[in-house]
């Protein structure tokens, strides 16, 4: 890896040590989180020519992300997604400049292609070629993909009781899938320790780690910042507030440094308030909870970016919408039969969201509002089949031609 020191560089999250840019997941003093840092000013002529016209997201956006070289890039067309202005949604919320970013139209289905792209080609700068992940479905879908691409092995760990979409998309890539077992209550612990563990574990091995949180690849949220970037450019300035999905804290922790690197790169003069939607019925600890009790240290998945996005909501002003399932699903319902967008249950979080704040009152009117959809519902067709209790859905009716037809 040739990246200078002064164009681009690692930076311990709590004590600001400088690393150079390389094979470097923690930091190598202390073991701690890293985050990729950029030189702004340096960056902020190539940048400013290229992120608001067509292109690739690596043409866009290439002055800050890693690797520079491009020839290491290992790409699918990540990025570009649409940003669709809502019309019945907002309606009945009292909206009027309500936009969704469609993360769903990723090659793989999810916003988790924009990270693997960033990530798989740091790998390939390295001249590595074998990767490891523990996935709810969607990374696993993403390094599946990325890796036959490259030509690459792609060891993918899920739950046994991961959606059969999301199994099966794995295995058509050829990934070598490992089901493990789901976290049930008095297991939720033991799974969230795979994720945990997978750095040691992997570094043991050669194996890269690709597990979409700062603590285990920093340079997974990388992509995630691409959001914000082409959020702004579409509207042509920065949204007054943004909706995010909550699971791991990646996507928001990433939308915020996104805005953090376009102010400083002389882009924009604000950075919105920053929402998240986070389920809570599942022994979820709360973003917000995690160093209490009985969270810390009981049967509770600890989201491994949750300080982070903790911390963006807060120095933005933003909230944290506890939700459960119904409100999930409603989220979903509305998406599908008001603006023909199928999401799956993760994908809709910051939507439902959205309209627990509406419903509240804590959204003016007039504000421009953007709802980052993360992910498909293909990925989750049990999940769709419960819409019903939300919106009937119309039984199919056999006919063998169009005189059948009651209309």
């Not at 990723?106 to 960033?118: A, I, Y």
Request: aromatic residues 10%.
């Amino acid at each position: 890896m040739t990246d200078d020191l002064n164009r681009a560089w690692l930076t311990n999250v709590k004590t600001g040590t400088r690393y150079p840019i390389g094979p470097t997941l923690r930091a190598p003093d202390d073991g701690g989180e890293i985050s990729v840092t950029f030189d702004l000013d340096a960056a902020a002529e190539v940048f400013a020519a290229r992120w608001k016209t067509a292109g690739s997201m690596w043409e866009r956006f290439g002055a800050v992300l890693t690797p520079f070289d491009q020839s290491h890039v290992v790409s699918i067309g990540e990025g570009n997604t649409p940003l669709v202005r809502s019309e019945r949604f907002a309606r009945e919320l009292g909206l009027k400049n309500l936009f969704f970013k469609l993360e769903g139209s990723n090659p793989t289905g999810s916003f988790k292609d924009r990270q693997m792209s960033v990530a798989i080609s740091m790998g390939r700068s390295w001249g590595r070629s074998r990767y490891a992940t523990v996935s709810s479905g969607n990374v696993g879908n993403a390094l599946s993909a990325y890796c036959a691409k490259a030509g690459y092995d792609a060891i993918v760990l899920v739950a046994e009781d991961t959606a059969d979409g999301k199994r099966d998309q794995i295995s058509v890539y050829g990934a070598q899938l490992y089901l493990v077992p789901a976290p049930t209550p008095g297991h939720v612990r033991s799974y969230w320790q795979l994720y945990a563990d997978l750095g040691a574990f992997c570094a043991a091995r050669d194996i890269v780690p690709m597990i979409s949180a700062r603590p285990v690849n920093p340079f997974m949220v990388e992509g995630t910042k691409t959001i914000a970037f082409e959020i702004t450019a579409s509207l042509g300035q920065v949204p007054d507030m943004v909706f995010c999905c909550v699971g791991g804290g990646g996507l928001l922790g990433g939308v915020y440094k996104g805005f953090q690197e376009l102010v400083g790169l002389a882009q924009a003069t604000a950075i919105p308030v920053i929402h998240g939607g986070q389920r809570i019925d599942r022994n979820y600890a709360p973003i917000d909870k995690l160093h209490e009790e009985p969270y810390a240290s009981g049967d509770y998945y600890l989201p491994l970016d949750g300080d982070w996005a903790d911390g963006a909501i807060k120095a933005t002003g933003g909230t944290l919408t506890p939700l459960g399932a119904d409100a999930i699903a409603e989220a979903q319902t509305w998406l599908a039969t008001k603006e023909g967008i199928f999401a799956e249950p993760q994908g809709a979080y910051a939507a439902a969201a959205l309209m627990a704040a509406a419903r509240r009152g804590e959204i003016d009117p007039e504000a421009t509002v953007t709802c980052v959809v993360t992910g498909i519902g293909l990925k989750d067709m049990g999940a769709a089949r419960r819409f019903a209790e939300f919106a009937p859905q119309r039984p199919p009716i056999k006919a063998t031609g169009l005189d059948d037809l009651r209309i």
